[in-house]
Every structure is written in structure tokens, then in C-alpha cells.
């Protein structure tokens, strides 16, 4: 259940305890998409605090048009993303190519060349938190694109926009991270067979 104008109207005014009713409803929510684009808890939840902030002071901004929760969710993504610009070794930049994939690192696929990973990942029973853990082991360029066009349904267009990168690294990214996420999620259903085993 969305929250209710008489809070928002409070909240408007400066009323703490609107605040902390907003908080304490969407705090969990948000902190989940934290984790998402930052790898380190301790980051994401500063993040989380700079996010509320932002929600706090601009909510007068905020006509009613659109869910309220949709809003504040773009108000955390966006900042999650000045976070990875100000970080210039998380940055996602054209010079995506300078990265060496997972998926081209011979020693790695050394011991993952097995005959059908698809069918190995599908058989796995992977649950939520092995496919957030597999998110969040991408590289954060890969890791930003994917979750933007995956999670947050971006198009191509708006994450260029948003980045300050071509489509066509976009596009690039997504489908290096695509794969990447493939041979990780695939590491963990090995190691969840053999324990089974």
C-alpha cells in the first residue's frame, strides 16, 4: 500500500515523524536497490542516507503525478549513479573495451568448460539472494548497465544519457555482463550440485 497525501503534506511541512514513517516504510526497498549498483554495504548505505536526503528536500517537488514510491526510487538510482561518477574507478566509461572480460579469461573457463551450462544453472535451484550475490560480483560498469536495463527498465537511450556513454557501449556492457553473469551464476550451481552430491 502506497503511502498516504496527509503524510507527503506533512512530510512537505518538515514533520519528523512523516519523515520517519516515509523512512521506516521505504527504507528496505531502497537499500535493496543500494546494494544493487554498490557492491560495498557500508557505500550503499551511505547512499541510502544521501537518498533520503534528496527525498527530504525535494519532496516538495513532488506533484502526485506518478506513484510516490516510483519517484523516490529514481531520486536512489540517480543517486547511486552521481556516486559511481564521482568514483572515478567504478565510472562506467567508453573505455569499456580496456576491460577484460570473464568470459574471454582462458583460466577461468579452464574448469567451467563443461558441455551445457544453461542446463546446469536451470537445474541449481539458485534462489534470490545467489542470483543479488551474482549481481553483485559483476564489475560495477557491467554491473550499473545491467541493472538499469534489466531491474530498472531503462532503454539503451536513457542509460546513455544517464552515463555519458554511447548506445553502443551500452549495449556492449549489457551483453559482456550478460555473459559474465552466466559463468558466475554458473560457478555457484557447481558448487550447490557437488554439495548436494
Known sequence: ??????????????DEKAQEYIFNKYSSVLFGICLRFM????????V????????????????GKGS??????R?????????????????VSDEIEN???FYDNEEENKYLDLKNPKSIIENANLSQDDILEAVSNLPSG?????NLYVIDGFKHKEIAKELKISIGTSKSQLMRARKKLEK???KIALTKLKTKK
Not at 496527509?6 to 511541512?13: E, F, L, T, W
Not at 510516490?68 to 526510487?73: L, M, T
Not at 557491467?142 to 545491467?146: D, P
Request: charged content about 30%; overall charge positive; glycine content about 2%.
Open 1 to 14: 500500500m502506497s503511502v498516504s497525501n496527509k503524510i507527503i503534506r506533512q512530510c512537505k511541512k518538515g
Open 39 to 46: 557492491k560495498n554495504k557500508v557505500k550503499a548505505e551511505d
Open 48 to 63: 541510502l542516507q544521501d537518498s533520503f536526503l534528496t527525498i527530504f528536500t525535494k519532496i516538495k517537488q513532488y506533484k
Open 68 to 73: 510516490f514510491e516510483g519517484w523516490i526510487k
Open 75 to 91: 531520486i536512489t538510482i540517480n543517486t547511486a549513479l552521481m556516486q559511481l561518477r564521482t568514483n572515478k574507478k567504478e565510472i
Open 99 to 101: 576491460i577484460k572480460s
Open 142 to 146: 557491467f554491473r550499473t548497465v545491467f
Open 184 to 186: 558466475i551464476l554458473y
